[in-house]
């Protein structure tokens, strides 16, 4: 990896380079043991087939890959291995892997063997579809029963499951082309995994309502195989679709709004530590703070007074979002907190609550936990803060809003977060998130309107598991799903990731957008024993002091020949570009300014660039 490795990802650890596998026309990416990026013609068919092993708390083991072997030519290809998973209490399971394709068809199988017993949540194949060109478009699925079923991908984010009971689904690739996807050795169902902001509907084995975990027994092989056919009825070969030569071509749009306000999160474990560092917080001067208060984790009214000391410097809104307990009566307990915060001398210009309960998941088959009505709490938030705006939805994710979606008549405003590495980790799966999150916007105004809208704290590293019962640690600064702290944050692929967060949520007339902390795992500075070596502004810094200074201006946005790769908007007669991509990229800007301007740039790898236009 090159030198400036670190500046890039925060780590000097590099992923691994997929290896292209090609069968005439199909091709795929091998990245350990998997299938990413399946293409036929240059379109992708697939995101990703993979045989996938969780614990108990949803996490995803990483195999140890053993006897590879890779063979390619004459239009085919072939892999064989042997992956080992080792679980808790020296646990084992091996699973034997053959993979097989022609130009029209790949089959993918696998034979999973535990000498001891094995502890799951899942085990065996997830397929991805993409969501960009299929979103709302024609499939054909086929049920284990042999029914079939001529339906369409969900458009809005489907909160469960939208194909249950599958065996195989069909859909155009482009005009006179097909893929089917069938599915064997077990009972498939999909579900819509826009809600977690990954970039794709997901087809995975095992219903969830089964129990879970469950025991795969010992000396049982567990076999499943995936079979993706091709039809190509196309007459004479056409020249390859999706190539991607050339410079990428910004062109100003028609879209048009106002930019949102740039909050910041601040925690009790982080309160003295943005006091401290006041000085940097007048420099990015978000026009809001929001506050996270937790009774459950002992939060009370010294962390209330930390916040009123933070609240009197900052001199700009601020919201404390709250974590009820209900373990009490609703009206008890905000009457407590609204005692506390008098005493306190805390007085927030909003107040963002919501059942403590409600920030874990309720997959689908379980019993909804113990909650009093969200109009109960509602209503005592109201009389107990009397004046003080106040909001709801959820402090988890999208999903959890769309699962339980919240009476709104009595809000000032709906909102929850996101996060990237729910579900998959690595730099490309990440990034592609930011393909979601019109869809989440569009979901969200399509179930409440005009109501104002607010999004986050929304970061790469996670700040809280609702699928599980904690987050997990990283103490070697790995690129892993569900953990609380990721390298990423630390260099230019996070502030790439929150400038090309910002610009995909401007359609949605956001009324905040917090993308960080100040201080801490999630924030835009870092003390000496953070990952950043020395210290210091972490380049997320630049991006949300940029944002903050934008926050009510109006923006125009800009239409890109390969969004995935650059994004851009105007403010004014500035045109902002991100580079999404570990690659330098080309950029023709000929479509802006006069003709004394330069027409094309170089932007580099997540790189960001503000252009004065001549205009």
């Known amino acids: 990896m090159t030198t400036d490795a670190f500046a890039l990802y925060g780590t000097h650890e ?9 069968a005439g026309r199909l091709s795929a990416d091998l990245a350990n043991g998997n299938l990413r990026t399946i293409r036929y013609d240059g379109i992708e068919v697939l995101r990703a087939v993979s045989y996938l092993v969780r614990d108990r708390d949803w996490g995803t083991y990483t195999p140890r890959i053993e006897d590879l072997w890779v063979e390619q030519g004459n239009g085919t290809f072939s892999v064989r291995y042997v992956a080992h998973c080792k679980g808790p209490e020296d646990t084992r399971l091996a699973i034997s892997v053959h993979i097989a394709a022609t130009e029209g068809e790949l089959i993918f199988e696998a034979g999973a063997l535990s000498p001891t017993g094995f502890e799951t949540n899942r085990c065996g194949f997830c397929i991805l579809h993409p969501i960009v060109g299929i979103a709302g478009r024609p499939a054909r699925v086929e049920h284990v029963d042999g029914s079939v079923n001529e339906t369409r991908f969900p458009d809005q984010i489907e909160p469960w499951q939208p194909f249950k009971d599958v065996r195989a689904i069909a859909h155009q ?7 089917e996807c069938r599915m064997e050795g077990d009972t498939f169902e999909m579900e819509d995994q826009r809600n977690w902001s990954d970039a794709s509907y997901k087809t995975y084995v095992r219903p969830l309502a089964l129990p879970w975990p469950y025991q795969i027994a010992a000396h049982e092989l567990v076999r499943q195989r995936i079979v993706l056919s091709i039809r190509d009825t196309r007459s004479g070969r056409t020249p390859t679709a999706g190539s991607t030569a050339g410079a990428i071509r910004l062109e100003p749009g028609e879209r048009s709004g106002t930019m949102p306000a740039i909050g910041l999160i601040v925690t009790p474990d982080e309160a003295k530590a943005v006091l401290a560092a006041g000085d940097l917080l007048s420099e990015i001067a978000p026009q809001e703070l929001l506050f996270h208060f937790d009774p459950n984790a002992g939060h009370g009214a010294q962390v209330l007074e930390d916040f009123a000391a933070i609240a009197a410097l900052h001199r700009r809104r601020s919201t404390l979002e709250i974590a009820l307990p209900c373990k009490q ?11 506390q915060m008098q005493a306190a001398g805390f007085r927030p210009d909003a107040i963002l609550i919501s059942p403590s309960v409600d920030r874990q998941s309720t997959p689908p088959g379980s019993k909804w936990p113990e909650c009093p009505p969200l109009e109960e709490v509602y209503a005592a938030a109201h009389e107990a803060f009397a004046g003080i705006r106040i909001g709801g939805g959820m402090l988890s994710y999208f999903t959890e809003l769309n699962r339980k979606r919240v009476p709104p008549d ?8 996101t996060n990237p590495i729910v579900h998959a980790a690595d730099d490309l799966s990440v990034m592609q998130t930011l393909e979601a999150l019109p869809f989440i916007t569009g979901s969200v105004r399509a179930i409440y ?13 996670m700040r809280q598991n609702p699928y599980g019962s904690r987050t997990m640690d990283n103490p070697s600064g790995g690129r892993i799903p569900m953990a609380n702290r990721d390298p990423r944050h630390n260099g230019r692929f996070g502030e790439a990731f929150a400038l090309g967060y910002a610009i995909r949520v401007l359609d949605a007339n956001i009324e905040c957008l917090t993308l960080a902390a100040l201080t801490g795992p999630f924030g835009l500075i870092a003390g000496k024993a953070e990952p950043t070596e020395e210290g210091g502004n972490r380049p997320l810094f630049n991006i949300v002091k940029q944002l903050s200074s934008l926050a009510g201006s109006a923006w125009i946005g800009c239409t890109s020949s390969h969004p995935s790769k650059v994004l851009a ?9 991100v580079n999404l991509t570990a690659q330098e990229q080309s950029i023709d800007i000929s479509a802006f300014g006069s003709d004394s301007q330069d027409k094309s740039m170089a932007l580099a790898p997540f790189g960001t660039a503000s252009i004065k236009l001549d205009v």
């Open 14 to 22: 590099a992923e691994a380079h997929p290896v292209r596998l090609t």
């Open 173 to 179: 690739v482009l005009p006179g082309v097909s893929a």
């Open 329 to 339: 009566s609703p009206r008890s307990e905000t009457a407590e907190i609204a005692k």
């Open 410 to 417: 009595r809000l000032g405003f709906i909102s929850h977060c």
């Open 449 to 461: 309107g005009d109501k104002p809208y607010r999004i986050g704290p929304s970061t790469v590293p």
């Open 569 to 577: 908007f105007l403010s004014g007669s500035t045109l902002h570009i």
